[in-house]
């Protein structure tokens, strides 16, 4: 299995508090995903990132911001969360050649806007 | 616009054979991959397919066909932990590393 975690696991916010979510990868890869699932919805990519700083937005990008200062660590945040936001969040992995056919999924962060 | 249609959900007997279909519409195509993922759980890379044809990995098998904008995956001698979403994606034509992944479907296997 890739070496893929996300922090926190589940997280319980209030409506108008920035998040944070943090995914840490050990494999080395260079590109890096999050998506947001939601019933009904499959998989909706929100940002991506090519390499250290190199960013750019997916298809559910209003509302998040990210972050790549260093290969191993793709921040995202919520700037002021709503309760649209309510949803699992992945973060996913390719490398040069998988890309981006084939992705590793971290494990997800469950987060409740309330 | 690209788009993705797979049932929502199959049903079938544990021991046998079932096969999930995708039918895809894209400006351009560049491959078909297959997902699985258990409920609770993250997505898990399955397969991917560039060329026409079947690719087999043990008890599961992807096909494509570009022709018919069509590919499948093809599941033998189901066990009951097979029970999963499973999800087909392309390659966002508009993009090298964006996929658009279809809404999934719904594996329950019966005993």
């Known amino acids: 299995d890739a070496g893929i975690t996300q922090s926190p696991r589940h997280k319980v916010t209030e409506t108008g508090t920035p998040v944070t979510l943090r995914c840490h990868q050990t494999?080395?890869?260079?590109?890096m995903y999050w998506y947001r699932q939601d019933p009904g919805h499959g998989l909706r990519l929100i940002h991506y990132?090519?390499?250290?700083?190199?960013?750019d937005k997916g298809e559910v990008s209003d509302g998040y911001s990210v972050s790549r200062s260093k290969t191993e660590d793709f921040l995202l945040t919520l700037e002021s969360a709503t309760s649209s936001q309510t949803s699992v969040y992945f973060c996913?992995?390719?490398?040069?050649?998988?890309?981006?056919?084939?992705?590793?999924f971290g494990p997800g962060t469950r987060l409740t806007v309330t | 616009g690209q788009s993705l249609e797979q049932p929502s959900e199959v049903t079938a007997v544990e021991g046998a054979i079932v096969q999930i279909n995708c039918t895809y519409q894209?400006?351009?195509?560049?491959?078909l991959s297959w997902y699985q993922q258990h409920d609770g759980g993250a997505p898990t890379f399955l397969s991917y397919?560039?060329l026409d044809g079947l690719e087999e990995t043990g008890r599961f098998s992807s096909f494509l066909s570009r022709s018919d904008s069509y590919g499948y995956l093809l599941l033998q001698e189901l066990q009951m932990k097979d029970s999963a979403s499973y999800f087909c994606?392309?390659?966002?034509?508009?993009?090298?590393?964006?996929?658009?992944w279809g809404a999934g479907t719904k594996l329950i296997i019966k005993p």
């Open positions: 996913a992995i390719s490398e040069a050649g998988q890309v981006p056919y084939e992705q590793y």
């Open positions: 494999e080395n890869h260079r590109y």
């Open positions: 990132s090519y390499g250290v700083k190199d960013t």
């Open positions: 894209t400006s351009g195509f560049y491959g």
């Open positions: 397919n560039a």
């Open positions: 994606a392309v390659r966002d034509p508009g993009s090298n590393y964006q996929l658009i």
